[in-house]
């Protein structure tokens, strides 16, 4: 048999694209809708998708209370509780969530997690994040960011402390930043233990990956750019005496698809024309932890920006796109604000199949994190147009073969 | 009178472990039986035989279970409290508005040693900080107006920013902006349940709580505790009302179902308390005795209401806000 690749349906409220909530067919009550949820996971099940993902940030995603507002994004379910409840109406998806380790303890994140594997039949997985905004650190009496290089200590203990509870590790941990004294009581995992996902990419983030993770979830535009973090993450595992298939790499990508190219293209188009411009040079700012891009010139160039201790990494793919396109700030921002910094195609599902089939059989990806720009539109179209294509080219399953995330995924069961 | 159920999921030695399909069926016949809520036990205090933690146990039964309450224990140790705000108001939103939370004045012995707090907290410390994390919660779950969300798309108006409102607290222990990203409940506010009160909580229960479980003891006593915290109520400006005090009563099966049915109604009749919290063990074999035997003897004398009145877990409580009162 070949490879197959793994599919992730990223999950997010009214759809990925920033105006998504403002499309007439997109589901706008998503937030605070359990049935809906309900339906894309199912929706995804059906497909046979390896995992349906949700992101996390406690606390709002925009500062600005009027930008914010014109946005969908400051509502919605907590994932753990939103997560729980579909572990109960599906039975074979696997089901993975963010996590923070900088507002969170390690011995109550690895108990909720076990406890959401348990409800699932072994099918949960936590995505391991540090926090980078202000405003959630706001919301946790601090006074200011962690350095990058703190912040990732912080989670290589917390994530050193959640596998040895999970592997059922007996003697208590008194470390720097945690200290538990007790295992976690709760049975061993259905899996052997939850799946660790991890998204960081900067140079500290691929270590902490190439040493904990299962999966690594990866934003990346070009071919050439998911080839070289592939081969450099896949190359550090040695050291951690793991193997390159350990890790399953998953960029994301948001795809547009119809039964014609130009048919899709008139559906991204009409989503690009929802996006009021503050609301995307607001988004682009974030995503540069810089606070004052409305000054410069709306179709003029990216100013120079100084280093963040924000998203390095994210930072990094932005400017190179800016630069390496000439694309002014308005460009920009409905550019990343339409796929947040993701991979995108538009197309019909021969050629996004195509795409995906490259980077795939190029060794610049082992799988891919679905982002429908609206919900639930998109997820069927990906869901009825690409899967089958997918399938018919031997490159998906048509069926479930394991129970487990970890069988789906084909992981080791760890000892 | 009002009736709570609360489950000791952890099984007792030797039986076996409740696993999911078990819990949902007993819930669901707690349901038929018209039950105002299930409080789901919860502890990070030590090892435990079953295999879920509350709040995401309380998740799953929200969506096999429709009109019956859902609590889950919390502790005020193991979560920060914009965390637990927010899981409780998703789980609120998820069971469309039949969600509350216990929190236990009591400090576990064991627990914040594993919540990297070896030294622990002083008993004073523990209550100040608890009330200080109530009034959090509370407040984070007040963020957003019932009419905030606009879902104008050809407007542009998701939300009318007004009424998004931040909490600004800053505290001995915590500082917390605000607001939730979680939208209000359909009850207003999840339900706040408190329960293990030394003399010391009483105020701070009477101010905050919807729901107080209080231990069980002679009718007399239960009259006079009953009596103190509805006045504490009415000091801190309360309607009385708008706090329930459930005696708790551990159900033992060989008192049999008429001595149980005649013990809640000597209480109840003596003005002793608003009604029931009855404790069960996570046994089979207690499980299906309620439900075969007691609740039956409960219905026959009239003592649990027939069907439900609303659909949220305040209307079941006769309690003020939100949803269809």
Redesign the interface.
């Known amino acids: 048999m070949t490879a197959r690749m793994k599919l992730g349906a990223f999950l997010w409220a009214t759809g990925h694209h920033i105006a998504a909530?403002?499309?007439?067919k997109?589901h706008?009550?998503a937030?605070?809708d359990?049935d809906h949820y309900?339906q894309l996971a199912r929706t995804a099940e059906a497909a046979k998708f390896d995992m349906v993902f949700c992101e996390d940030?406690?606390?709002?995603?925009e500062a600005n209370?009027?930008i914010?507002?014109?946005?969908?994004r400051?509502?919605?379910?907590?994932p753990?509780?939103?997560l729980?409840?579909l572990?109960?109406?599906t039975s074979r998806i696997g089901l993975v969530s963010t996590a923070s380790t900088s507002?969170?303890?390690p011995?109550?994140l690895a108990?909720?997690f076990?406890?959401?594997d348990?409800?699932s039949g072994g099918r949960a997985g936590w995505n391991l994040v540090t926090s980078a905004s202000p405003?959630e650190a706001?919301?946790?009496?601090s006074t200011g960011l962690k350095p990058h290089a703190d912040r990732y200590e912080r989670a290589r203990e917390f994530a050193e402390v959640v596998t040895g509870l999970w592997h059922g590790k007996a003697s208590g941990h008194?470390g720097q930043?945690?200290?538990?004294?007790?295992?976690?009581?709760?049975?061993r995992s259905p899996q052997g233990a939850p799946v660790m996902v991890q998204a960081g990419a900067s140079d500290v983030g691929r270590d902490l990956a190439a040493r904990t993770a299962d999966v690594v979830f990866t934003a990346a535009q070009t071919f050439e750019e998911a080839k070289a973090f592939y081969d450099d993450l896949k190359g550090r595992m040695a050291t951690y005496g793991r193997e390159p298939d350990d890790i399953k790499i998953m960029p994301g990508v948001s795809p547009v698809v119809a039964e014609t190219e130009a048919e899709a293209r008139e559906k991204h188009e009409e989503l690009q024309a929802l996006i009021?411009d503050d609301v995307g040079v607001a988004l682009l700012s974030s995503y540069l932890s810089i606070s004052d891009l409305w000054r410069y010139p709306i179709d003029g160039p990216l100013p120079e920006l100084p280093e963040s201790e924000g998203m390095k990494s994210r930072q990094a793919l932005v400017v190179e796109q800016s630069r390496r396109d000439g694309l002014s700030i308005r460009q920009l921002a409905r550019h990343f604000a339409g796929a947040r910094g993701h991979w995108r195609i538009v197309g019909t599902a021969a050629q996004v199949a195509d795409e995906l089939q490259a980077w795939f059989e190029g060794g610049a990806a082992d799988g891919f994190n679905v982002m429908p720009s609206y919900f639930p539109g998109e997820l069927d179209a990906f869901a009825t147009l690409v899967v089958p294509e997918l399938q018919r080219r031997g490159l998906f399953r048509r069926d479930y073969e394991g129970r487990t995330l970890r069988e789906h995924l084909g992981l080791k069961r760890p000892a | 009178m009002h009736l709570a159920i609360s489950l000791n999921i952890a099984a007792a030695t030797g039986e076996a472990?409740l696993d999911?399909s078990r819990i949902?069926k007993f819930v669901r016949q707690a349901e038929a039986a018209g039950v105002d809520m299930v409080a789901i036990s919860d502890t990070?205090d030590?090892?435990?035989?079953?295999?879920?933690?509350a709040?995401?146990?309380?998740?799953?039964l929200?969506?096999?279970t429709d009109k019956i309450g859902l609590v889950a224990a919390a502790s005020t140790v193991?979560?920060?409290p914009?965390?637990l705000a927010?899981?409780f108001?998703?789980?609120d939103?998820?069971s469309h508005g039949r969600a509350g939370w216990h929190a236990t004045m009591a400090q576990g012995s064991?627990e914040a040693?594993?919540?990297?707090r070896?030294e622990g907290f002083s008993d004073t410390d523990f209550r100040r900080r608890a009330e200080e994390y109530i009034g959090i919660v509370q407040g984070l779950w007040q963020g957003?107006d019932a009419d905030a969300?606009l879902?104008d798309?050809?407007g542009?108006?998701?939300?009318?920013?007004e009424k998004?409102h931040l909490l600004d607290h800053k505290g001995e222990f915590?500082?917390?902006?605000?607001?939730l990203?979680?939208?209000r409940s359909p009850q207003d506010t999840p339900v706040l349940v408190l329960s293990d009160l030394s003399e010391a909580d009483l105020d701070i229960a009477a101010r905050t709580a919807d729901v107080i479980l209080l231990e069980s003891g002679s009718v007399d006593s239960a009259k006079v505790r009953f009596d103190d915290l509805k006045r504490r109520a009415m000091a801190a400006g309360r309607d009385p009302d708008a706090v329930k005090v459930l005696t708790s009563i551990s159900f033992a099966p060989d008192d049999g179902p008429a001595a149980t049915a005649d013990r809640l109604e000597t209480q109840l009749r003596a003005k002793s308390c608003d009604g029931f919290n009855i404790q069960l063990s996570a046994q089979h074999s207690a499980l299906g005795d309620f439900v075969d035997h007691i609740l039956p003897a409960l219905r026959q004398r009239g003592l649990v209401q027939e069907g439900y009145r609303g659909t949220t877990l305040r209307s079941h409580l006769r309690l003020d806000g939100g949803g269809d009162q």
């Not at chain 1, 400051?74 to 907590?78: C, Q, R, Y």
């Not at chain 1, 706001?138 to 009496?141: D, I, K, L, Q, T």
């Not at chain 2, 435990?48 to 933690?53: I, L, V, Y």
């Open positions: 909530w403002r499309h007439p997109a706008v009550t937030g605070i359990i309900i940030a406690a606390g709002l995603r209370v009027g914010a507002s014109q946005t969908s400051s509502i919605g379910f907590e753990i509780s939103l729980s409840a572990a109960v109406q507002y969170n303890e011995y109550g108990r909720t076990l406890s959401l348990h409800l405003i706001a919301n946790f009496g008194d930043s945690f200290s538990v004294r007790d295992p976690l009581g709760l049975p009021p | 472990v999911f949902s990070a030590g090892p435990s035989s079953s295999p879920f933690e709040t995401t146990l309380l998740a799953a929200a969506t096999v193991a979560h920060q914009y965390n927010r899981r108001a998703s789980l939103i998820i064991r040693a594993n919540f990297s070896p957003w969300l879902f798309k050809t542009g108006r998701f939300h009318d920013p998004m915590f500082s917390v902006r605000g607001p990203n979680v939208a």
